[in-house]
Every structure is written in structure tokens, then in C-alpha cells.
């Protein structure tokens, strides 16, 4: 089974709103990623949040992480359109031999 | 820059034929590569990493394999294609291992008919 599983797996929101996801993994973590994938495409590096971090910040991007819970959101303020993708989280565990491993990934898409 | 190239972009193949999917990247050295394969709306499954050249690690049991003949060139293949080794096939570059972001490719769609 995958490491990281997202919740919801499809979300659908008005442009302005704010979209909110959450990943949940299963073993300890050294780090937890997130990645975008417009449809048809290649992954991109949104941002990396280590286990000692709680919360993080890109641009309209805010990722927080509970280790005790072991889980992670990413919230996208005042989406846009552009926004529309899916979102994958990746967990670098060492129980996993320090390779990410991916979740199934949120659908989003933003209404103009 | 660094730059991460796959071909072909697409591919439609017969049950039973070869496959060769090839992977490159310029602007680094000793990168490490993965191959991942994608099912429709689903997650990446990891596939094949390579950490040097020469040098390959497989993930999961299947007809494919892969190979890294030169540092940066990365390349997927099967004797025998499945109807089951359909999907998006994913090539990606990091510095190492876990801590740290994983560089994609544009994929390849492969479609086994």
C-alpha cells in the first residue's frame, strides 16, 4: 500500500476560493513533499517540509505537517484557474529506503 | 540549467513487441534517475532508480528493465510487452536520495494494444 494517501481525491472549488488537502502516511518520515501535475504532464516540485518543521509557507502555498497525527495539508490561497491540477504529496522515509514514495493524489479544479 | 528530456512522447504498441523508452538530462553530473509509471488518475509507482552508471535498483518485479549506459541517459525497455505495461511512463533527476526534490520529465504515454 502507498505511504502517503490524499484526502479528498477530487475537489472542486470557485476561482478566489481556497483549496485544502490533506496527506496521511503510515511510518515515520524524514521529509514530505509536494508535487503538481497539470493533466498529461510531468510532476513539479512545489515544496519540502522536513519532520522537524510544522509549517511552511510559497507564495499563495501553505503546507503544515503533524508528525503525531502523521499527516500534512496543503492549502492554495485564493485559487486560480491556473491552479487547476492534481496534487501529490511524497514521503522520503527511511523505512523506505530514503525514496520517495507517492500518494494517489487530489484532483482540483478551479472554476473561472 | 538542468533539463530533462524523454522520447517519445507518445507510443502505441502491439502485445508481444519490444519497448525502448529513453531519458536524458543536461546541466548536471552524477544525477540520480528514476523511472515511475502512472495508471490513469492515479499516483506514481516507482519503477526502476539508478544512483550511478551501471547502477540499477528495481522496485518491482516485471518484464521490464532498465539501463544507464552513460551518466546522464536512462533508458527503459521490455522484450515482450504486456497489455498490463500500459500507462504514463515518468522519467525524474534528483541529487540524492530522500531530502531531496525530484526533477521530472514531460512523460511518455504508452498505449499496449
Known amino acids: 500500500s502507498q505511504q502517503g494517501e490524499e484526502d479528498p481525491q477530487a475537489l472542486s472549488i470557485q476561482e478566489g476560493e481556497n483549496a485544502t488537502m490533506n496527506c496521511s502516511y503510515k511510518t515515520s518520515i524524514n521529509n514530505l513533499q509536494w508535487y503538481r501535475q497539470n493533466s498529461g504532464r510531468g510532476l513539479v516540485h512545489l515544496i519540502l517540509i522536513r519532520s522537524n518543521e510544522r509549517e511552511k509557507h510559497s507564495g499563495r502555498l501553505r503546507v503544515t505537517l503533524d508528525t503525531s497525527k502523521k499527516s500534512s495539508s496543503l492549502l492554495i490561497t485564493a485559487s486560480r484557474a491556473a491552479d487547476t491540477a492534481s496534487y501529490f504529496c511524497?514521503?522520503?522515509?527511511?523505512?523506505?529506503?530514503?525514496?520517495?514514495?507517492f500518494g494517489g493524489g487530489t484532483r482540483v479544479l478551479v472554476k473561472p | 540549467s538542468q533539463t530533462i528530456h524523454q522520447w517519445p512522447a507518445t507510443l502505441v504498441q502491439p502485445v508481444g513487441s519490444p519497448l525502448s523508452l529513453e531519458c536524458t538530462v543536461e546541466?548536471?553530473?552524477?544525477?540520480?534517475l528514476y523511472w515511475y509509471r502512472q495508471a490513469a488518475g492515479r499516483g506514481l509507482q516507482l519503477l526502476f532508480y539508478s544512483v550511478g552508471i551501471g547502477q540499477i535498483s528495481s522496485e518491482v518485479p516485471q518484464n521490464l528493465s532498465a539501463s544507464r549506459p552513460q551518466d546522464r541517459q536512462f533508458i527503459l525497455s521490455s522484450k515482450k510487452l504486456l497489455l498490463s505495461d500500459s500507462g504514463f511512463y515518468l522519467c525524474?533527476?534528483?541529487?540524492?536520495?530522500?531530502?531531496?526534490?525530484?526533477?521530472f520529465g514531460p512523460g511518455t504515454r504508452l498505449t499496449v494494444t
Open positions: 511524497a514521503t522520503d522515509a527511511r523505512a523506505a529506503g530514503n525514496k520517495l514514495t
Open positions: 546541466g548536471t553530473s552524477n544525477p540520480n
Open positions: 525524474a533527476w534528483s541529487l540524492g536520495v530522500g531530502s531531496y526534490e525530484q526533477y
